[in-house]
């Protein structure tokens, strides 16, 4: 086990494409992990100790934390493939201008991410139809939540520096230390000590300071090319470009598939708490399909954009066909678990039935087409890493904003349940897929 973590940070541009991608991988899925189960712990102990109307109030601000993180997401995904590019490329300090150029976004953007959050939190959710009856603890949840702001923006921003550089073990370690005091504050703070939404919107945001200043700690002391040097913190104009140029895109994307998922939830708020307790206890349990998702479409833009630097073309060609495969396969055999498994795994959150319900709803309908939701996010990270991250929006846009919201308006209102506004997904998810799937056959490798 030990060789599958070990740090190594050429492991992409040299030796088996697939021993090295999975190399990178594992650590990431390991994160993730931990990452979406402190999730669910978040919502089990939400869920039993305080119950189904918290559990509703926390779940109703899901889409929009989504948003926020979709956003950051792909702009610090965006950001680690110029690294990346200059890593490959081994110019040295062009990686460290942006690297510092990274850092000073990200507190810029923390602070103005704060302020706004907090300020808008009452109207945003009002719009979005939360229950009037969860409104008062969804407010309190979701400000709690946004004073971490700027501590989730630099660990993303950190840890996406040290993914693009090979690295994705030393992220790994931190996560998992977060995630435990995460799990710990929850525990203690509302299951012992029985105080309400806000403490466990505390214990994230503390979880978040504790991964943010251990990356950027780790980033000012480590003995390398990507050191950070707090003197050199500055927003440089070519480079805070680049960023912007790859990770704009990137951000859009990530903030349209969840602004359309917050149309998604008003329409689910229109059913009531047990409909959006349940909704949001089925999306804790997909997030472990998700996750070998995230994983490959991660590991693929820092393995193509390495390799795009360092101009090994035949390598960026078979990891990508390597990635989707296994990616794929693995999503859809997770996908079929929670398929046959929700009945049971629903229990864990709540024992109303009203609930449980619509959660299996729901999974009977998304769960089995986790294939196409793989294929079409590892697409976006191979066509990002070959800095075309204008055409995954562009896709993104259509099918998963455009076309889903249009479906939504459409077809809801003529066949008003749940399980209507669920097949929104899978229609989507399909026909990206087919759009993604004819732009990946016309790509000529040799010629990039």
Same mark, same amino acid.
């Given at each position: ?38 999730? +669910?712990? @978040?919502? *089990?102990? #939400? /869920? ?7 559990? =509703? %109030?926390?779940?109703?601000? $899901? ?120 799990? +710990?504050? @929850?525990? *203690?703070? #509302? /299951? ?7 403490? =466990? %919107?505390?214990?994230?945001? $503390? ?127 997770? /996908? ?13 959150? $709540? ?98």
């Amino acid at each position: 086990m030990k060789q599958f973590i070990q740090k190594n940070n050429d492991l992409l541009l040299n030796g088996p494409i697939s021993k090295g991608i999975l190399l990178f991988v594992i650590p990431i899925f390991i994160g993730n992990l931990f990452q979406q189960l402190y999730n +669910i712990v @978040d919502s *089990l102990i #939400v /869920g039993n100790y305080l119950g189904s109307s918290a559990l =509703a %109030a926390v779940s109703s601000s $899901t889409a929009l934390i989504l948003l926020m993180i979709g956003f950051f997401d792909g702009l610090s995904i965006g950001s680690g493939v110029v690294i990346a590019r200059y890593y490959g490329n081994k110019d040295i300090e062009k990686m460290q201008r942006t690297i510092h150029t990274c850092i000073g976004f990200a507190l810029i953007t923390g602070i103005v991410l704060t302020a706004v959050g907090i300020y808008f939190v009452p109207y945003i959710l009002v719009l979005m139809d939360t229950p009037t009856n969860v409104l008062p603890e969804s407010i309190t949840y979701f400000r709690i939540y946004f004073m971490g702001s700027m501590f989730f923006v630099l660990y993303n921003m950190s840890s996406s520096i040290l993914r693009s550089v090979g690295d994705s073990v030393t992220p790994l370690k931190f996560l998992m230390i977060a995630s435990i005091t995460n799990i +710990i504050l @929850d525990y *203690l703070l #509302v /299951g012992v000590m029985g105080y309400g939404v806000g403490a =466990a %919107a505390f214990a994230t945001i $503390t979880s978040q300071f504790i991964s943010a200043f251990l990356c950027i700690n780790y980033l000012m002391k480590v003995n390398s090319d990507y050191k950070l040097h707090f003197s050199k913190i500055k927003i440089e104009k070519f480079y805070l470009k680049q960023i912007l140029k790859n990770g704009i895109p990137a951000g859009i994307q990530g903030s349209i598939i969840s602004l359309a998922n917050v149309v998604v939830q008003s329409n689910v708020n229109h059913f009531g708490e047990y409909a959006v307790a349940g909704n949001g206890s089925y999306e804790k349990i997909s997030g472990f399909t998700f996750l070998p998702i995230t994983c490959f479409s991660l590991a693929i833009s820092t393995f193509i954009s390495q390799n795009l630097g360092a101009g090994n073309l035949e390598r960026m060609k078979k990891g990508a066909k390597f990635s989707i495969f296994t990616g794929v396969l693995l999503a859809e055999f997770i /996908g079929l678990i929670v398929y046959i498994t929700i009945p049971y795994l629903m229990t864990f959150f $709540t024992d109303d039935l009203r609930v449980i319900s619509f959660g299996v709803r729901k999974a009977r309908i998304c769960a089995a087409f986790s294939c196409l939701l793989a294929f079409s996010h590892i697409m976006s990270g191979i066509l990002r890493g070959l800095g075309k991250a204008y055409v995954p929006m562009f896709i993104m846009l259509t099918f998963w904003c455009i076309v889903r919201v249009t479906y939504l308006n459409i077809v809801v209102p003529i066949f008003p349940s749940i399980d209507t506004i669920s097949w929104a997904y899978p229609i989507t998810w399909s026909l990206s897929s087919l759009v993604y799937l004819i732009y990946y056959i016309r790509i000529k490798w040799d010629k990039l």
